[in-house]
Structure formats: structure tokens, C-alpha cells
């Protein structure tokens, strides 16, 4: 019995490759069922992002139940096996489920530390709950690869500070103002970008927000959306002498918001301070704002400049977080191994006691006439020497077990006595 995992992800493949082998919310259910039906895999998932797509079994025999996912895979995606082999990497044992707790730590993904993975995983771990591919071994798994998620977050840094642009933005208004959450916000533009940066201010309380567009319909959409409210793109301008946050990302190809205009503004508001984030290219807002006291102005370059600053603290507790999956790793193992140990010793004593009664009836007829007693003191002779044969394996086996490649022993054991499974 082994945990194995096939994949494929956005280090092993380009992006045409991956959405071949994606795996639609529609199409879930049926894939997973189509793995249970082969005989060598015992539980399964698949979890599948537009950055990976990957499939975990528990299967009886490593080699064989690769095959039988490389099978699937060829079959579902109408793809020869030796096409997608040079982009599929395959883990087993100690290396799958190390892979799969870096995984729900984010420290295999795009953005270190990024929070999606977490509840992508879980809706894989729903996906087989639902159509029951997974088992003991499996729901344990998967559980613990949620602890591992949550303590990578909790213990460490590895999820803070700002690595997208919206979060950046806001993260550097909060520098700037503490608690953002009373304050007034202007939204200019009603793009991805303005919805991303939305989205983050919404998250850290802000509920008094104006969005404008000169497509007023998109700005009402996108209004509703957060619960904010609609302004024409003329009034826009005469509103910002009551905000506080200016967030500008639109199309235009020339800067909306001049030093002129802002040099007045700031009069009107009676040197109040306020700050502008142009994530607009090319840019909203001319550099030269950023002179007039009280005025912030960041633009896309420099919000950049703090990612990467950023990007580079996450990477810090990057050994924090490896020190949590070892050891979780650990706890895992010792527990998935001992469910193997128990039927593993029960097969090893029968074996031997099957040897012992056949060696001691032979002997017995060869002595002929033997009187009861002698034959109890012969049979508690072998018996004595049976218990002292199995001892030392057995106590081996159970601290071996204990460790995260004790399987190794239980398999060797079986192997070396021909044993089967007692439950």
C-alpha cells in the first residue's frame, strides 16, 4: 500500500499543456469514479487549478498504479503517454505527501504564500468526499494537509505582506492612514485591476466607496457589485475634495489628473492629506503630484519595487514553513504506518506457529511412543523458541514503523515470509 501522486504543474508545463489535462468542476466526478474502477488504486482525488493538475492514490503496488493513472490520463485526454511524460512528475511515498503539504502551503505555487491553493485543495477533498474515492487514509491525509496549511499561516509569515498590485495599494494606504476602514475612497476606472483593488479595500473594512467610469453602466455594475456608489466621471473631480484614497486605472492615453489640478485641490482641501495610486498604463496621474505636501502619490512602478521586497520576506520563512511539513509529515507517517504493522505481525506469528506445529507433529511421530508430559515439554520447547525467533522482529518492526520509511520493514517482512493480511 503506497501514496503516489501524478501531475503536472505551471515548473513542468506550459499553459496549453496544462489546460489539455485540466479538469472541469463538470467532469470531476465522473474522472474520479473511472480511477476507483481500476483494481490497483484503492482511494484517489484530483486536484486541478489553472496552475496544476494533479492526481493522489493510494494504490497497492506503486509501479502498477501509475500505469493505470497514465492509462486514464491517455485515454480522457485523447493523448499518448509518451506525449505527456516529459511534463508529469511522479512522486511516491515521503516525496508525495511532502509535495502535497507544500502544496496547501503555498510554497509549490506561482506566488509564495498565495491563499487560493488552500481552499482549492479542500474542494478537491469535497469532490471525493462526495462520490466516496477517498477512505481512512485519504480523509486523514487530506486533514492533515489542511493543518499543515493553517499552521504554515498561523506560525509563520509566509502568507503577509502585499504581493499583488491591489494588495500593495492598500497595504501602503494603511501605512499612510492606520485604519483605513473609516476612510473615503475614489475608484476611476472599472477594470480587473479597479475590481482586484476593490476587493482588498472591501476586506479591510472600507465601506464608503464612489466608483466612476466614463461608461457609467460599467461603473453602476461594478458599484453593485461591492455595495459602493455610481458617480458620473465629470463629478468624479469635484468629489475628490471629500476622499481620501484616490485609486485611478484607466485607458486613457494621457493623464487624467494633473499637478495643476491637484495643487488647487489640496487648497480646497484645506491641506488635508490624500492619496492617489495610479495603477493605470500608461499612467493617470503625472509624477509631479507627488511634490505637493500632503499628497501621496504610487504609481504601478512602485508598488512593484514593494512586491518584490515583499516576495523576498516570504521567502524567509520559507525554512519556517518546511520545519512544520516535516514534522506533520512525520506524525502522518507514523500513524499510516501502523496500519499496516498490526496485520503485517498477525500474518508473522501465524506463519511461524503454521511452522512450529508442523515441525513439532513430525517430530512427534518419529519419537513414536512419547509420554504427555514429554510431549508438553517439547511443545514448550518450541514454543519458547518460536517467542524468542518473533521478539526482536517484531519490537524492530514497531519502532521502525514509528519513522517515516517504516513501510519499507513491513513490506520487506511480508516479503521474506510470503506472509498475507490478517485483519
Same mark, same amino acid.
Given at each position: 500500500?503506497?501514496?503516489?501522486?501524478?501531475?503536472?504543474?505551471?515548473?513542468?508545463?506550459?499553459?496549453?499543456?496544462?489546460?489539455?489535462?485540466?479538469?472541469?468542476?463538470?467532469?470531476?466526478?465522473?474522472?474520479?469514479?473511472?480511477?476507483?474502477?481500476?483494481?490497483?488504486?484503492?482511494?484517489?482525488?484530483?486536484?486541478?487549478?489553472?496552475?496544476?493538475?494533479?492526481?493522489?492514490?493510494?494504490?497497492?503496488?506503486? =509501479?502498477?498504479?501509475?500505469?493505470?493513472?497514465?492509462?486514464?490520463?491517455?485515454?480522457?485526454?485523447?493523448?499518448?503517454?509518451?506525449?505527456?511524460?516529459?511534463?508529469?512528475?511522479?512522486?511516491?511515498?515521503?516525496?508525495?505527501?511532502?509535495?502535497? %503539504?507544500?502544496?496547501?502551503?503555498?510554497?509549490?505555487?506561482?506566488?509564495?504564500?498565495?491563499?487560493?491553493?488552500?481552499?482549492?485543495?479542500?474542494?478537491?477533498?469535497?469532490?471525493?468526499?462526495?462520490?466516496?474515492?477517498?477512505?481512512?487514509?485519504?480523509?486523514?491525509?487530506?486533514?492533515?494537509?489542511?493543518?499543515?496549511?493553517?499552521?504554515?499561516?498561523?506560525?509563520?509569515?509566509?502568507? @503577509?505582506?502585499?504581493?499583488?498590485?491591489?494588495?500593495?495599494?492598500?497595504?501602503?494606504?494603511?501605512?499612510?492612514?492606520?485604519?483605513?476602514?473609516? @476612510?473615503?475612497?475614489?475608484?476611476?476606472?472599472?477594470?480587473?485591476? /479597479?475590481?482586484?483593488?476593490?476587493?482588498?479595500?472591501?476586506?479591510?473594512?472600507?465601506?464608503?466607496? %464612489?466608483?466612476?467610469?466614463?461608461?457609467?453602466?460599467?461603473?453602476?455594475?461594478?458599484?453593485?457589485?461591492?455595495?459602493?456608489?455610481?458617480?458620473?466621471?465629470?463629478?468624479? %473631480?469635484?468629489?475628490?475634495?471629500?476622499?481620501?484614497?484616490?485609486?485611478?486605472?484607466?485607458?486613457?492615453?494621457?493623464?487624467?489628473?494633473?499637478?495643476?489640478?491637484?495643487?488647487?485641490?489640496?487648497?480646497?482641501?484645506?491641506?488635508?492629506?490624500?492619496?492617489?495610486?495610479?495603477?493605470?498604463?500608461?499612467?493617470?496621474?503625472?509624477?509631479?503630484?507627488?511634490?505637493?505636501?500632503?499628497?501621496?502619490?504610487?504609481?504601478?512602478?512602485?508598488?512593484?519595487?514593494?512586491?518584490?521586497?515583499?516576495?523576498?520576506?516570504?521567502?524567509? =520563512?520559507?525554512?519556517?514553513?518546511?520545519?512544520?511539513?516535516?514534522?506533520?509529515?512525520?506524525?502522518?507517517?507514523?500513524?499510516?504506518? /501502523?496500519?499496516?504493522?498490526?496485520?503485517?505481525?498477525?500474518?508473522?506469528?501465524?506463519?511461524?506457529?503454521?511452522?512450529?506445529?508442523?515441525?513439532?507433529?513430525?517430530?512427534?511421530?518419529?519419537?513414536? /511412543?512419547?509420554? =504427555?508430559?514429554?510431549?508438553?515439554?517439547?511443545?514448550?520447547?518450541?514454543?519458547?523458541?518460536?517467542?524468542?525467533?518473533?521478539?526482536?522482529?517484531?519490537?524492530?518492526?514497531?519502532?521502525?514503523?514509528?519513522?517515516?520509511?517504516?513501510?519499507?520493514?513491513?513490506?520487506?517482512?511480508?516479503?521474506?515470509?510470503?506472509?498475507?493480511?490478517?485483519?
Amino acid at each position: 500500500m503506497e501514496i503516489i501522486v501524478i501531475g503536472l504543474n505551471h515548473k513542468t508545463a506550459p499553459v496549453d499543456i496544462r489546460e489539455k489535462f485540466s479538469f472541469p468542476e463538470s467532469a470531476i466526478n465522473e474522472a474520479l469514479l473511472a480511477l476507483k474502477g481500476s483494481a490497483e488504486i484503492m482511494e484517489n482525488l484530483i486536484l486541478s487549478t489553472c496552475n496544476r493538475v494533479e492526481i493522489y492514490a493510494l494504490v497497492n503496488e506503486a =509501479e502498477a498504479g501509475i500505469r493505470s493513472i497514465e492509462e486514464f490520463l491517455s485515454k480522457s485526454k485523447k493523448m499518448g503517454i509518451e506525449q505527456f511524460r516529459p511534463h508529469v512528475y511522479i512522486l511516491k511515498g515521503d516525496d508525495a505527501v511532502n509535495h502535497l %503539504f507544500r502544496v496547501i502551503a503555498s510554497l509549490d505555487s506561482m506566488i509564495v504564500g498565495e491563499p487560493q491553493i488552500m481552499g482549492q485543495v479542500k474542494d478537491a477533498f469535497e469532490y471525493a468526499l462526495n462520490v466516496e474515492t477517498n477512505g481512512i487514509v485519504f480523509n486523514t491525509l487530506f486533514k492533515k494537509a489542511a493543518e499543515v496549511g493553517k499552521r504554515a499561516r498561523s506560525e509563520t509569515d509566509i502568507a @503577509k505582506n502585499a504581493v499583488s498590485i491591489g494588495f500593495a495599494g492598500v497595504e501602503l494606504a494603511k501605512k499612510i492612514f492606520g485604519d483605513i476602514s473609516g @476612510k473615503t475612497v475614489l475608484v476611476i476606472g472599472a477594470g480587473e485591476m /479597479s475590481e482586484l483593488t476593490l476587493k482588498h479595500l472591501v476586506g479591510n473594512g472600507v465601506s464608503n466607496v %464612489f466608483i466612476t467610469n466614463r461608461t457609467f453602466e460599467k461603473a453602476e455594475e461594478l458599484a453593485k457589485a461591492f455595495n459602493a456608489k455610481a458617480i458620473p466621471f465629470e463629478e468624479s %473631480f469635484k468629489e475628490m475634495v471629500n476622499v481620501d484614497i484616490v485609486i485611478s486605472s484607466t485607458g486613457a492615453p494621457h493623464c487624467i489628473i494633473t499637478k495643476d489640478f491637484v495643487s488647487k485641490l489640496i487648497k480646497d482641501r484645506k491641506h488635508k492629506p490624500i492619496f492617489f495610486i495610479d495603477i493605470a498604463v500608461p499612467r493617470d496621474i503625472e509624477e509631479e503630484v507627488n511634490i505637493i505636501d500632503n499628497v501621496y502619490l504610487y504609481d504601478i512602478d512602485d508598488l512593484k519595487v514593494v512586491i518584490e521586497s515583499n516576495l523576498k520576506e516570504r521567502a524567509k =520563512e520559507i525554512p519556517k514553513v518546511e520545519v512544520i511539513i516535516e514534522k506533520e509529515k512525520h506524525k502522518f507517517f507514523a500513524w499510516f504506518n /501502523s496500519l499496516e504493522v498490526v496485520p503485517t505481525i498477525v500474518s508473522f506469528k501465524d506463519k511461524v506457529e503454521d511452522i512450529r506445529k508442523s515441525e513439532l507433529e513430525k517430530i512427534i511421530n518419529r519419537l513414536g /511412543s512419547v509420554s =504427555e508430559k514429554d510431549k508438553d515439554l517439547i511443545e514448550a520447547l518450541s514454543v519458547g523458541i518460536a517467542n524468542k525467533f518473533m521478539h526482536l522482529p517484531i519490537i524492530q518492526l514497531k519502532k521502525a514503523t514509528q519513522e517515516d520509511s517504516g513501510y519499507v520493514y513491513v513490506d520487506a517482512l511480508r516479503y521474506l515470509f510470503g506472509l498475507e493480511n490478517k485483519e
